[in-house]
Protein backbone atom coordinates (compact mmCIF):
# COMPACT_ATOMS: atom_id res chain seq x y z
CA UNK A 1 0.00 0.00 0.00
CA UNK A 2 2.95 2.21 0.89
CA UNK A 3 4.40 1.78 -2.81
CA UNK A 4 0.94 2.69 -4.62
CA UNK A 5 0.73 5.70 -1.86
CA UNK A 6 4.38 6.80 -2.95
CA UNK A 7 3.61 6.45 -6.22
CA UNK A 8 -0.02 8.23 -6.50
CA UNK A 9 1.48 11.22 -4.63
CA UNK A 10 4.44 11.24 -7.08
CA UNK A 11 2.33 12.01 -10.00
CA UNK A 12 1.32 15.48 -8.33
CA UNK A 13 5.03 15.98 -8.97
CA UNK A 14 4.01 17.82 -12.98
CA UNK A 15 7.66 16.61 -13.90
CA UNK A 16 7.35 13.14 -13.14
CA UNK A 17 3.58 13.24 -14.76
CA UNK A 18 4.37 14.65 -17.55
CA UNK A 19 7.37 11.58 -18.36
CA UNK A 20 5.19 9.59 -17.76
CA UNK A 21 2.37 10.65 -20.44
CA UNK A 22 5.48 11.64 -22.94
CA UNK A 23 6.33 7.82 -22.17
CA UNK A 24 3.02 6.27 -22.69
CA UNK A 25 2.51 8.57 -25.78
CA UNK A 26 6.54 7.08 -27.42
CA UNK A 27 5.12 3.64 -26.82
CA UNK A 28 1.58 4.04 -28.50
CA UNK A 29 3.20 5.46 -31.39
CA UNK A 30 5.59 2.55 -31.62
CA UNK A 31 3.00 0.41 -31.01
CA UNK A 32 1.00 1.87 -33.89
CA UNK A 33 3.38 2.55 -36.30
CA UNK A 34 4.39 -1.61 -35.94
CA UNK A 35 0.79 -2.20 -36.08
CA UNK A 36 0.49 -0.13 -39.48
CA UNK A 37 3.30 -2.03 -40.96
CA UNK A 38 1.98 -5.73 -40.46
CA UNK A 39 -1.30 -4.16 -41.70
CA UNK A 40 0.67 -3.21 -44.67
CA UNK A 41 2.52 -6.90 -44.87
CA UNK A 42 -0.50 -8.95 -43.98
CA UNK A 43 -3.79 -7.06 -44.66
CA UNK A 44 -5.85 -8.34 -48.13
CA UNK A 45 -7.94 -5.92 -48.80
CA UNK A 46 -11.45 -7.45 -50.58
CA UNK A 47 -11.86 -5.36 -54.13
CA UNK A 48 -14.85 -3.84 -54.67
CA UNK A 49 -17.21 -5.10 -57.81
CA UNK A 50 -19.20 -2.64 -59.64
CA UNK A 51 -21.42 -4.91 -61.38
CA UNK A 52 -22.89 -8.10 -61.26
CA UNK A 53 -21.46 -8.68 -64.89
CA UNK A 54 -17.93 -8.38 -63.07
CA UNK A 55 -18.18 -10.33 -60.15
CA UNK A 56 -17.41 -13.46 -62.20
CA UNK A 57 -14.05 -12.31 -64.16
CA UNK A 58 -12.80 -10.89 -60.31
CA UNK A 59 -13.05 -14.41 -58.42
CA UNK A 60 -10.78 -16.25 -60.77
CA UNK A 61 -7.76 -14.13 -59.92
CA UNK A 62 -8.68 -13.57 -56.17
CA UNK A 63 -9.34 -16.98 -55.73
CA UNK A 64 -5.53 -18.06 -57.23
CA UNK A 65 -3.91 -15.11 -55.25
CA UNK A 66 -5.64 -16.46 -52.07
CA UNK A 67 -4.75 -20.21 -52.65
CA UNK A 68 -1.15 -19.40 -52.66
CA UNK A 69 -1.68 -16.88 -49.48
CA UNK A 70 -3.18 -19.60 -47.53
CA UNK A 71 -1.51 -22.74 -48.68
CA UNK A 72 -4.43 -24.03 -49.87
CA UNK A 73 -4.89 -26.78 -51.97
CA UNK A 74 -7.80 -27.46 -54.30
CA UNK A 75 -11.60 -25.33 -54.17
CA UNK A 76 -14.15 -26.30 -56.47
CA UNK A 77 -17.27 -22.95 -56.72
CA UNK A 78 -20.32 -22.54 -58.41
CA UNK A 79 -21.36 -19.46 -59.00
CA UNK A 80 -25.02 -19.06 -59.47
CA UNK A 81 -27.63 -15.88 -60.65
CA UNK A 82 -30.82 -17.00 -60.96
CA UNK A 83 -30.98 -20.35 -63.24
CA UNK A 84 -27.32 -19.30 -64.64
CA UNK A 85 -24.68 -21.48 -63.20
CA UNK A 86 -20.90 -21.38 -63.38
CA UNK A 87 -18.76 -23.89 -62.26
CA UNK A 88 -15.15 -23.85 -61.19
CA UNK A 89 -12.23 -25.81 -60.05
CA UNK A 90 -8.96 -24.52 -58.86
CA UNK A 91 -6.12 -26.69 -57.65
CA UNK A 92 -5.34 -30.49 -56.55
CA UNK A 93 -8.02 -33.16 -55.31
CA UNK A 94 -4.55 -34.95 -53.73
CA UNK A 95 -1.71 -32.68 -53.86
CA UNK A 96 0.95 -35.12 -52.47
CA UNK A 97 0.31 -36.56 -56.62
CA UNK A 98 -0.64 -33.55 -58.19
CA UNK A 99 -4.17 -34.78 -59.27
CA UNK A 100 -6.25 -31.88 -60.32
CA UNK A 101 -9.91 -31.33 -59.19
CA UNK A 102 -12.69 -31.73 -61.13
CA UNK A 103 -16.81 -31.22 -61.45
CA UNK A 104 -16.60 -34.88 -60.70
CA UNK A 105 -14.51 -34.59 -57.68
CA UNK A 106 -16.54 -35.28 -53.99
CA UNK A 107 -15.91 -33.74 -51.18
CA UNK A 108 -16.63 -33.87 -47.72
CA UNK A 109 -19.66 -31.40 -46.72
CA UNK A 110 -19.04 -31.14 -43.23
CA UNK A 111 -21.97 -29.42 -41.47
CA UNK A 112 -23.66 -28.54 -44.90
CA UNK A 113 -25.38 -31.86 -43.68
CA UNK A 114 -27.60 -29.95 -41.63
CA UNK A 115 -29.33 -28.19 -43.97
CA UNK A 116 -30.33 -31.34 -45.52
CA UNK A 117 -31.04 -32.83 -42.15
CA UNK A 118 -33.18 -29.74 -41.67
CA UNK A 119 -35.32 -30.31 -44.95
CA UNK A 120 -35.91 -33.76 -44.42
CA UNK A 121 -37.41 -33.34 -41.11
CA UNK A 122 -39.79 -30.36 -42.47
CA UNK A 123 -40.61 -32.97 -45.78
CA UNK A 124 -41.97 -35.41 -42.82
CA UNK A 125 -43.76 -32.72 -40.71
CA UNK A 126 -45.14 -31.74 -44.99
CA UNK A 127 -46.20 -35.21 -44.77
CA UNK A 128 -47.57 -35.77 -41.36
CA UNK A 129 -45.04 -38.03 -39.91
CA UNK A 130 -43.68 -36.09 -37.27
CA UNK A 131 -44.85 -32.61 -35.47
CA UNK A 132 -42.33 -29.80 -34.72
CA UNK A 133 -43.46 -29.80 -31.39
CA UNK A 134 -43.28 -33.43 -30.60
CA UNK A 135 -41.05 -34.34 -27.43
CA UNK A 136 -38.30 -36.58 -27.82
CA UNK A 137 -39.58 -38.78 -25.04
CA UNK A 138 -42.71 -40.04 -27.70
CA UNK A 139 -40.09 -40.56 -30.94
CA UNK A 140 -37.74 -42.64 -29.67
CA UNK A 141 -37.37 -46.05 -27.40
CA UNK A 142 -37.84 -46.33 -23.59
CA UNK A 143 -34.92 -47.94 -23.99
CA UNK A 144 -32.88 -45.01 -25.67
CA UNK A 145 -34.18 -42.48 -22.91
CA UNK A 146 -33.33 -44.09 -19.71
CA UNK A 147 -29.84 -43.69 -20.98
CA UNK A 148 -29.90 -40.32 -21.25
CA UNK A 149 -30.16 -37.50 -19.16
CA UNK A 150 -33.58 -36.43 -18.26
CA UNK A 151 -33.66 -33.01 -19.65
CA UNK A 152 -33.86 -33.95 -22.63
CA UNK A 153 -36.60 -36.24 -22.36
CA UNK A 154 -39.06 -33.41 -23.36
CA UNK A 155 -36.94 -31.34 -25.79
CA UNK A 156 -39.00 -30.97 -29.05
CA UNK A 157 -37.96 -31.25 -32.55
CA UNK A 158 -38.59 -27.32 -32.97
CA UNK A 159 -35.50 -26.87 -29.79
CA UNK A 160 -32.96 -29.63 -31.40
CA UNK A 161 -33.53 -27.95 -34.98
CA UNK A 162 -32.84 -24.68 -33.23
CA UNK A 163 -29.91 -25.86 -31.02
CA UNK A 164 -31.47 -24.42 -28.60
CA UNK A 165 -31.92 -28.04 -26.51
CA UNK A 166 -29.36 -27.77 -24.29
CA UNK A 167 -27.08 -30.37 -26.02
CA UNK A 168 -23.36 -30.75 -25.87
CA UNK A 169 -21.63 -29.90 -29.41
CA UNK A 170 -20.04 -33.15 -29.53
CA UNK A 171 -17.14 -35.11 -30.49
CA UNK A 172 -16.14 -33.81 -33.74
CA UNK A 173 -12.55 -35.91 -33.61
CA UNK A 174 -14.70 -39.30 -33.53
CA UNK A 175 -13.29 -40.50 -36.88
CA UNK A 176 -13.28 -44.21 -38.42
CA UNK A 177 -11.49 -45.70 -41.57
CA UNK A 178 -13.60 -46.10 -44.14
CA UNK A 179 -13.89 -49.83 -43.70
CA UNK A 180 -13.10 -49.64 -39.92
CA UNK A 181 -15.54 -52.08 -38.75
CA UNK A 182 -14.64 -51.56 -35.08
CA UNK A 183 -16.51 -48.21 -35.63
CA UNK A 184 -19.52 -47.40 -32.98
CA UNK A 185 -23.05 -46.91 -33.95
CA UNK A 186 -25.17 -44.16 -34.38
CA UNK A 187 -26.88 -45.00 -30.96
CA UNK A 188 -23.92 -45.36 -28.70
CA UNK A 189 -22.12 -42.49 -29.94
CA UNK A 190 -25.69 -40.68 -28.91
CA UNK A 191 -25.54 -41.79 -25.42
CA UNK A 192 -22.31 -41.28 -25.17
CA UNK A 193 -22.50 -37.29 -26.13
CA UNK A 194 -25.95 -36.86 -24.49
CA UNK A 195 -24.19 -37.85 -21.10
CA UNK A 196 -21.36 -35.43 -21.71
CA UNK A 197 -21.15 -32.03 -20.43
CA UNK A 198 -23.98 -29.87 -21.54
CA UNK A 199 -24.98 -26.30 -22.04
CA UNK A 200 -27.02 -24.69 -19.46
CA UNK A 201 -29.54 -23.10 -22.49
CA UNK A 202 -30.38 -20.93 -24.94
CA UNK A 203 -28.78 -21.08 -28.30
CA UNK A 204 -25.56 -23.87 -28.68
CA UNK A 205 -24.60 -25.50 -31.78
CA UNK A 206 -24.66 -28.52 -31.36
CA UNK A 207 -24.28 -31.31 -34.01
CA UNK A 208 -25.23 -33.98 -31.42
CA UNK A 209 -28.82 -32.38 -31.81
CA UNK A 210 -28.27 -32.90 -35.49
CA UNK A 211 -27.49 -36.51 -35.17
CA UNK A 212 -30.13 -37.09 -32.99
CA UNK A 213 -32.64 -36.22 -35.63
CA UNK A 214 -31.27 -38.54 -37.90
CA UNK A 215 -31.95 -41.14 -35.17
CA UNK A 216 -35.52 -39.85 -34.96
CA UNK A 217 -36.13 -39.84 -38.80
CA UNK A 218 -34.66 -43.87 -38.38
CA UNK A 219 -37.20 -44.33 -35.43
CA UNK A 220 -40.32 -42.53 -37.37
CA UNK A 221 -39.68 -43.91 -41.24
CA UNK A 222 -39.31 -47.59 -41.26
CA UNK A 223 -36.96 -46.84 -45.09
CA UNK A 224 -34.52 -44.81 -42.87
CA UNK A 225 -32.51 -41.90 -43.12
CA UNK A 226 -30.26 -42.11 -45.97
CA UNK A 227 -33.01 -43.96 -48.22
CA UNK A 228 -35.58 -40.50 -47.51
CA UNK A 229 -32.21 -38.31 -48.56
CA UNK A 230 -32.02 -40.08 -52.13
CA UNK A 231 -35.89 -40.08 -52.37
CA UNK A 232 -36.98 -36.41 -51.81
CA UNK A 233 -33.43 -34.98 -52.21
CA UNK A 234 -30.99 -36.33 -54.16
CA UNK A 235 -32.68 -39.20 -56.77
CA UNK A 236 -35.41 -35.96 -57.99
CA UNK A 237 -32.99 -33.56 -58.37
CA UNK A 238 -30.48 -35.38 -60.07
CA UNK A 239 -27.49 -34.93 -57.82
CA UNK A 240 -25.77 -38.02 -58.66
CA UNK A 241 -22.43 -37.33 -56.92
CA UNK A 242 -23.84 -36.95 -53.69
CA UNK A 243 -24.51 -39.15 -50.98
CA UNK A 244 -24.11 -39.96 -47.26
CA UNK A 245 -22.25 -43.61 -47.68
CA UNK A 246 -18.88 -44.27 -49.29
CA UNK A 247 -20.41 -47.26 -50.85
CA UNK A 248 -21.99 -45.31 -53.64
CA UNK A 249 -19.40 -43.12 -54.63
CA UNK A 250 -16.32 -43.77 -56.79
CA UNK A 251 -13.09 -43.32 -54.47
CA UNK A 252 -11.20 -41.96 -57.22
CA UNK A 253 -13.36 -39.17 -57.39
CA UNK A 254 -12.44 -38.58 -53.59
CA UNK A 255 -10.59 -35.20 -52.46
CA UNK A 256 -8.32 -35.93 -49.76
CA UNK A 257 -8.38 -33.37 -47.22
CA UNK A 258 -5.83 -31.20 -45.85
CA UNK A 259 -5.99 -30.05 -41.97
CA UNK A 260 -4.90 -26.30 -40.90
CA UNK A 261 -1.39 -27.53 -40.45
CA UNK A 262 -1.06 -28.64 -44.16
CA UNK A 263 -1.06 -32.01 -43.53
CA UNK A 264 -2.74 -34.81 -45.77
CA UNK A 265 -5.72 -36.31 -43.95
CA UNK A 266 -6.61 -40.07 -45.13
CA UNK A 267 -10.54 -40.78 -45.71
CA UNK A 268 -12.38 -41.06 -42.65
CA UNK A 269 -16.14 -41.71 -41.27
CA UNK A 270 -18.31 -40.83 -38.35
CA UNK A 271 -20.37 -42.77 -36.84
CA UNK A 272 -23.38 -40.31 -37.76
CA UNK A 273 -24.13 -38.54 -40.67
CA UNK A 274 -27.00 -35.69 -39.79
CA UNK A 275 -24.71 -33.24 -38.64
CA UNK A 276 -21.68 -33.61 -41.14
CA UNK A 277 -21.85 -36.99 -43.45
CA UNK A 278 -22.12 -35.57 -46.26
CA UNK A 279 -20.37 -36.33 -49.40
CA UNK A 280 -21.06 -33.94 -52.62
CA UNK A 281 -19.56 -31.28 -55.35
CA UNK A 282 -20.88 -27.73 -55.39
CA UNK A 283 -22.95 -28.52 -58.47
CA UNK A 284 -24.64 -31.20 -56.57
CA UNK A 285 -24.84 -28.58 -53.97
CA UNK A 286 -26.20 -26.32 -55.94
CA UNK A 287 -29.09 -28.66 -57.64
CA UNK A 288 -29.99 -28.74 -54.00
CA UNK A 289 -30.86 -25.02 -52.93
CA UNK A 290 -31.93 -24.55 -56.15
CA UNK A 291 -34.59 -26.92 -55.74
CA UNK A 292 -35.23 -25.93 -51.90
CA UNK A 293 -35.89 -22.43 -52.71
CA UNK A 294 -38.10 -23.19 -55.99
CA UNK A 295 -40.36 -25.16 -53.90
CA UNK A 296 -39.08 -28.39 -55.45
CA UNK A 297 -38.64 -30.38 -52.17
CA UNK A 298 -40.66 -29.02 -49.63
CA UNK A 299 -43.91 -26.14 -50.17
CA UNK A 300 -43.02 -22.14 -49.75
CA UNK A 301 -44.70 -23.16 -46.18
CA UNK A 302 -42.11 -24.78 -44.87
CA UNK A 303 -39.27 -23.05 -46.67
CA UNK A 304 -41.04 -19.78 -44.62
CA UNK A 305 -40.47 -22.20 -41.59
CA UNK A 306 -37.06 -22.97 -42.65
CA UNK A 307 -36.23 -19.60 -42.77
CA UNK A 308 -37.82 -18.01 -39.54
CA UNK A 309 -35.55 -16.95 -36.31
CA UNK A 310 -36.14 -15.34 -32.78
CA UNK A 311 -34.00 -11.77 -33.16
CA UNK A 312 -34.46 -12.03 -29.37
CA UNK A 313 -32.20 -15.25 -29.32
CA UNK A 314 -28.14 -14.53 -29.08
CA UNK A 315 -26.01 -16.33 -30.79
CA UNK A 316 -22.75 -16.08 -29.33
CA UNK A 317 -20.08 -15.80 -31.58
CA UNK A 318 -21.96 -16.78 -34.53
CA UNK A 319 -24.06 -13.16 -33.44
CA UNK A 320 -21.10 -11.64 -35.40
CA UNK A 321 -22.00 -13.13 -38.32
CA UNK A 322 -25.76 -13.68 -38.37
CA UNK A 323 -28.84 -12.33 -37.34
CA UNK A 324 -30.42 -15.44 -36.12
CA UNK A 325 -30.57 -19.45 -36.99
CA UNK A 326 -33.65 -21.35 -38.58
CA UNK A 327 -34.11 -24.57 -39.39
CA UNK A 328 -29.98 -25.68 -40.02
CA UNK A 329 -29.64 -22.07 -41.86
CA UNK A 330 -27.91 -19.13 -40.63
CA UNK A 331 -30.21 -16.17 -41.70
CA UNK A 332 -28.60 -12.35 -42.21
CA UNK A 333 -31.32 -9.36 -43.22
CA UNK A 334 -29.70 -7.22 -45.73
CA UNK A 335 -32.34 -4.42 -46.15
CA UNK A 336 -35.22 -5.65 -48.49
CA UNK A 337 -33.17 -8.85 -49.15
CA UNK A 338 -32.46 -11.50 -46.82
CA UNK A 339 -29.18 -14.25 -47.20
CA UNK A 340 -28.99 -17.30 -45.96
CA UNK A 341 -26.07 -19.16 -45.35
CA UNK A 342 -24.03 -22.71 -43.55
CA UNK A 343 -20.31 -23.54 -42.63
CA UNK A 344 -19.42 -26.76 -42.96
CA UNK A 345 -15.75 -27.39 -41.30
CA UNK A 346 -14.09 -30.82 -40.29
CA UNK A 347 -10.68 -32.12 -40.58
CA UNK A 348 -9.25 -31.44 -43.56
CA UNK A 349 -12.14 -29.62 -45.59
CA UNK A 350 -14.21 -26.97 -45.42
CA UNK A 351 -17.64 -25.84 -47.61
CA UNK A 352 -20.07 -23.16 -47.33
CA UNK A 353 -23.01 -21.78 -49.08
CA UNK A 354 -24.94 -18.22 -49.30
CA UNK A 355 -27.55 -17.60 -50.94
CA UNK A 356 -29.22 -14.20 -51.45
CA UNK A 357 -33.14 -14.67 -51.80
CA UNK A 358 -34.04 -11.29 -53.49
CA UNK A 359 -31.37 -11.54 -56.17
CA UNK A 360 -31.23 -15.50 -56.08
CA UNK A 361 -28.13 -15.48 -56.87
CA UNK A 362 -25.06 -17.58 -54.36
CA UNK A 363 -22.47 -19.82 -54.65
CA UNK A 364 -21.38 -23.28 -53.15
CA UNK A 365 -17.87 -23.51 -52.44
CA UNK A 366 -16.08 -26.87 -51.51
CA UNK A 367 -12.35 -27.20 -50.47
CA UNK A 368 -9.76 -29.61 -49.25
CA UNK A 369 -7.99 -27.14 -46.94
CA UNK A 370 -8.81 -25.85 -43.07
CA UNK A 371 -7.59 -22.84 -43.92
CA UNK A 372 -10.32 -21.61 -46.44
CA UNK A 373 -12.18 -19.43 -44.01
CA UNK A 374 -10.56 -16.02 -45.36
CA UNK A 375 -11.33 -16.85 -48.97
CA UNK A 376 -14.97 -17.37 -48.07
CA UNK A 377 -15.90 -14.28 -46.30
CA UNK A 378 -14.12 -12.62 -49.83
CA UNK A 379 -16.59 -14.52 -51.52
CA UNK A 380 -19.42 -13.69 -49.63
CA UNK A 381 -18.67 -9.96 -49.68
CA UNK A 382 -17.73 -9.71 -53.63
CA UNK A 383 -21.12 -10.93 -53.96
CA UNK A 384 -23.15 -8.66 -51.75
CA UNK A 385 -20.93 -5.89 -53.56
CA UNK A 386 -22.08 -7.01 -56.71
CA UNK A 387 -25.43 -6.68 -55.89
CA UNK A 388 -25.19 -3.29 -53.73
CA UNK A 389 -26.10 -5.05 -50.32
CA UNK A 390 -24.58 -4.31 -47.42
CA UNK A 391 -21.62 -5.93 -46.49
CA UNK A 392 -22.25 -9.60 -44.90
CA UNK A 393 -21.08 -10.39 -41.34
CA UNK A 394 -18.72 -12.67 -42.09
CA UNK A 395 -16.42 -9.65 -43.54
CA UNK A 396 -15.77 -9.60 -39.63
CA UNK A 397 -12.72 -12.39 -40.27
CA UNK A 398 -10.73 -9.07 -41.97
CA UNK A 399 -11.64 -7.34 -38.99
CA UNK A 400 -10.19 -9.99 -36.64
CA UNK A 401 -7.10 -9.85 -38.96
CA UNK A 402 -6.76 -6.38 -37.84
CA UNK A 403 -6.98 -7.11 -34.32
CA UNK A 404 -5.01 -9.78 -34.49
CA UNK A 405 -2.12 -7.57 -36.28
CA UNK A 406 -2.25 -4.82 -33.72
CA UNK A 407 -1.44 -7.90 -31.04
CA UNK A 408 1.44 -9.11 -33.11
CA UNK A 409 2.83 -5.57 -33.19
CA UNK A 410 2.36 -5.42 -29.09
CA UNK A 411 3.91 -8.90 -28.86
CA UNK A 412 6.71 -7.87 -30.73
CA UNK A 413 7.54 -4.95 -29.06
CA UNK A 414 7.50 -6.03 -25.46
CA UNK A 415 9.94 -8.83 -26.83
CA UNK A 416 11.66 -5.68 -28.42
CA UNK A 417 11.52 -4.04 -25.02
CA UNK A 418 13.18 -7.19 -23.13
CA UNK A 419 15.92 -7.26 -25.72
CA UNK A 420 16.86 -3.47 -25.64
CA UNK A 421 17.03 -4.00 -21.46
CA UNK A 422 19.19 -7.28 -21.92
CA UNK A 423 21.56 -4.79 -24.24
CA UNK A 424 21.61 -2.33 -21.31
CA UNK A 425 22.48 -4.77 -18.50
CA UNK A 426 19.13 -3.78 -16.46
CA UNK A 427 17.70 -6.55 -14.25
CA UNK A 428 14.65 -7.79 -12.53
CA UNK A 429 15.37 -6.26 -8.80
CA UNK A 430 11.77 -6.94 -7.25
CA UNK A 431 10.19 -10.39 -6.19
CA UNK A 432 6.76 -9.64 -7.59
CA UNK A 433 8.19 -9.11 -11.18
CA UNK A 434 9.76 -12.15 -10.95
CA UNK A 435 6.72 -13.86 -10.31
CA UNK A 436 4.78 -11.57 -12.74
CA UNK A 437 7.63 -12.54 -15.53
CA UNK A 438 7.76 -16.25 -15.03
CA UNK A 439 3.51 -16.64 -14.80
CA UNK A 440 3.79 -14.99 -18.40
CA UNK A 441 6.20 -16.91 -19.53
CA UNK A 442 4.67 -20.48 -18.29
CA UNK A 443 1.39 -19.27 -20.01
CA UNK A 444 2.89 -18.08 -23.40
CA UNK A 445 4.92 -21.59 -22.86
CA UNK A 446 2.02 -23.52 -22.63
CA UNK A 447 0.02 -21.87 -25.96
CA UNK A 448 3.12 -22.37 -27.77
CA UNK A 449 3.09 -25.74 -27.26
CA UNK A 450 -0.25 -26.53 -27.54
CA UNK A 451 -0.15 -25.39 -31.23
CA UNK A 452 3.34 -26.95 -32.01
CA UNK A 453 1.66 -30.04 -30.89
CA UNK A 454 -1.32 -30.08 -33.42
CA UNK A 455 -4.25 -29.06 -31.10
CA UNK A 456 -6.94 -27.98 -33.20
CA UNK A 457 -8.09 -23.92 -31.99
CA UNK A 458 -11.02 -22.48 -34.08
CA UNK A 459 -9.11 -19.09 -34.35
CA UNK A 460 -6.41 -21.08 -36.03
CA UNK A 461 -8.72 -22.27 -38.83
CA UNK A 462 -10.58 -18.56 -39.29
CA UNK A 463 -7.50 -16.47 -39.77
CA UNK A 464 -4.66 -19.22 -40.42
CA UNK A 465 -2.00 -16.46 -41.19
CA UNK A 466 -2.80 -14.08 -38.64
CA UNK A 467 -2.73 -16.50 -35.92
CA UNK A 468 0.54 -18.62 -36.85
CA UNK A 469 2.26 -14.85 -36.75
CA UNK A 470 0.73 -14.64 -33.51
CA UNK A 471 2.29 -17.55 -31.98
CA UNK A 472 5.88 -16.98 -33.97
CA UNK A 473 5.34 -13.28 -31.84
CA UNK A 474 4.85 -14.97 -28.52
CA UNK A 475 7.52 -17.85 -29.36
CA UNK A 476 9.92 -14.50 -29.97
CA UNK A 477 8.29 -13.23 -26.22
CA UNK A 478 8.69 -16.12 -25.01
CA UNK A 479 12.93 -16.83 -25.44
CA UNK A 480 12.72 -12.71 -24.14
CA UNK A 481 11.25 -13.34 -21.09
CA UNK A 482 13.20 -16.79 -20.56
CA UNK A 483 16.38 -14.93 -21.37
CA UNK A 484 15.49 -11.73 -19.06
CA UNK A 485 15.05 -13.79 -16.18
CA UNK A 486 17.76 -15.91 -16.26
CA UNK A 487 20.58 -13.13 -17.16
CA UNK A 488 18.84 -11.35 -13.73
CA UNK A 489 19.35 -14.05 -11.83
CA UNK A 490 23.03 -14.85 -12.71
CA UNK A 491 23.44 -11.25 -11.36
CA UNK A 492 21.81 -11.72 -8.39
CA UNK A 493 23.79 -15.44 -8.05
CA UNK A 494 27.18 -13.44 -8.66
CA UNK A 495 26.76 -10.36 -6.30
Partial sequence: MSMIRRYLESLLDDEVFMRIIK?????????????????????????????????EDQ????????????????????????????HKTFGYKDFNNMDLIDDQTVFRAQSLSKTVTAVLILKMVENNQIDLD???????SESFISKIPDIFHDVTIHQILKHEAYMPLGDFNRMFAINDQSMMSLEEALIYDLNQKRPNGGYFYSNVGYNLLEYIINQVDEDGYEHLAKTYVFEPLEMMH???????????DLAFGYDQYKNRIDH?????????GLLSTSSDYYKFLYGLIHGEIIDNEHIDLLLTFDPDISLGGYGL???????????????????????????????????????????????????????????STMLNDAYDLDAPGIK???????????????????????????????????????????????????FIIYFLTGNYMFIHVLIPIHFEYLVYALLIL???????????????LRK
Wanted: proline fraction near 2%; hydrophobic fraction near 45%.
Fill in 23 to 55: NIIIHLGIIISMSLLLILFLYHPIPTVDHIDLY
Fill in 59 to 86: IDAQIVEMMERYDIPGVQLTLFDHEEQV
Fill in 134 to 140: AQLKDLV
Fill in 242 to 252: TSFSYDDIDLD
Fill in 268 to 276: YRYPELGSG
Fill in 321 to 379: AFDGYGYGVFVESMGESVTFAHGGQGLGFMAFYHIDLKNQSGYVVMSNSQRTYPLISML
Fill in 396 to 446: NIHTLMIIFEVLIAMTLYCAGLLIFKMIKKKQINKLLYYILFLAFWVLTAY
Fill in 478 to 492: NLSIGSFVSLSLLKK
